[in-house]
């Protein structure tokens, strides 16, 4: 499968789909008559025309679970002029196939779609059915996308397991090949820090109560301190699956410890300031915008305990302005069971660790639609390690062996055998 499915990303990577303003039809055009032609069920529905979302179906007896292969095919900018080559060329040079889209995640589309179609076509048929569901928009929050195709069409797209991205690449630590899994994603606590003041003519700068300067220690204090660990299942579990604390991963491997870290707790990041509309005039209002995580199981009150941690007692207001808590799925299920399984079988001394998305995914659509859906995370690549993967994802030079594009193809075969029946 791995030909077939380099050949289906080339061809995805050349729709520009660029998120906004995405106009993902002709892509989504392409997957279902290739679907279709392999013998699944399909439809296309969107809220708008240029829009659709992709539902293929591979129908099973009916007495097994159903599994749904999820991705999406919008992607986010690429400047031509900052890449070695085309962001839309879909050229394999030297064993890696280059383009916007290649890691994050045409390649998941590719490989799923390749699995469902190679599957349709040997004639194999589940008890479950198996669902291959590609949508829109996800990189600018699904609203076109998993949001509205689970609120309009549930009936569509509900199913028992759910693969989509979020996690699989390998992680080498400590002379041993590591495999994670994504469980859970952090949720959004997003505030706006406010201080008020006097205004003035800013050519007397005392004249007034300067609003913006008493901003000065909050910024300071999110640079000093970070909040407390707030350490819920999975990321206990990933360090359990390490077999060390960490403060022994940050002394081991220093890199994974920095991706780890946003994992164990809630994090600030100041990104955004506004004070005065006028360069002459002293603001007595200024604020500051804050990206707060908070872990999944946490809600308002845990985030405002270590915002308050952080900043200390003062004059300043918080506002939140976007709260959205934190999704998770169960570690321990007959998926994770295939996970284990399949890796064993082309890596026997690997091991598999759960891991939290510090982002987020269309998997909190889903599972917010489907409580009882197991949704995970995993993508696998033994090729490009986690290290080489991670700085290429939303930037220049985005790339992935075509080694890598069979590895996941394989699995995604894997999975849809073992759990559909």
């Not at 999110?222 to 699956?241: E, N, V």
């Not at 960490?246 to 220093?254: A, G, N, Q, V, W």
Request: charged share 25%; glycine share 10%; hydrophobic share 40%.
């Amino acid at each position: 499968m791995q030909q077939e499915t380099t050949d289906v990303l080339q061809r995805l990577v050349r729709f520009n789909t660029v998120n906004p303003p995405g106009n993902e039809r002709e892509a989504q055009e392409y997957l279902a008559g290739y679907l279709q032609d392999a013998g699944l069920e399909v439809e296309l529905l969107g809220r708008t025309e240029p829009r659709p979302n992709l539902v293929a179906r591979l129908r099973g007896t009916g007495d097994g679970p159903a599994l749904c292969l999820l991705s999406h095919v919008d992607t986010v900018l690429a400047t031509a002029s900052e890449w070695e080559h085309d962001p839309w060329s879909g050229d394999v040079i030297d064993g890696e196939l280059w383009g916007r889209g290649a890691l994050d995640m045409k390649s998941q589309t590719a490989a799923e779609v390749v699995a469902a179609a190679t599957l349709a076509r040997s004639g194999w048929r589940g008890k479950g059915d198996l669902l291959v569901v590609v949508v829109v928009d996800e990189e600018t929050g699904g609203a076109e996308g998993a949001q509205w195709i689970c609120s309009e069409h549930p009936g569509k797209v509900r199913c028992d397991y759910l693969l989509n991205e979020g996690a699989g690449s390998l992680v080498p630590f400590n002379g041993q090949r590591v495999f994670d899994v994504c469980v859970a994603e952090k949720g959004v606590f997003r505030f706006k820090l406010r201080t008020r003041g006097v205004a003035g003519h800013a050519s007397m700068p005392k004249i007034g109560d300067n609003a913006l300067l008493k901003l000065a220690p909050l910024l300071q204090a999110m640079k000093d301190r970070q909040p407390a660990f707030d350490i819920t299942s999975g990321p206990q579990a990933m360090l359990d699956g390490l077999g060390v604390s960490f403060e022994e991963l940050r002394e081991i491997d220093p890199i994974l410890a920095l991706i780890v870290e946003p994992m164990l707790g809630v994090t600030l990041a100041p990104t955004r300031v506004k004070a005065s509309e006028k360069i002459n005039v002293i603001p007595s209002v200024a604020e500051i915008g804050v990206d707060c995580r908070v872990p999944p199981g946490l809600g308002e009150e845990d985030a405002l305990k270590r915002i308050r941690e952080v900043l200390g007692e003062g004059d300043y207001e918080i506002e939140f302005t976007e709260t959205v808590t934190g999704n998770q799925s169960p570690i321990e299920s007959p998926l994770m069971d295939v996970i284990r399984s399949w890796v064993a079988s082309v890596e026997p001394d690997a091991r598999v660790v759960p891991a939290i998305l510090q982002g987020f995914s269309d998997s909190r659509t889903f599972r917010h639609a489907f409580p009882d859906l197991v949704a995970y995370g995993f993508f696998p690549r033994r090729a490009m390690t986690l290290y080489e993967a991670a700085p290429l994802i939303h930037s220049a030079n985005e790339r992935i062996p075509v080694a890598d594009l069979g590895t996941a193809a394989d699995f995604f075969s894997y999975a849809a055998r073992e759990i559909c029946g």
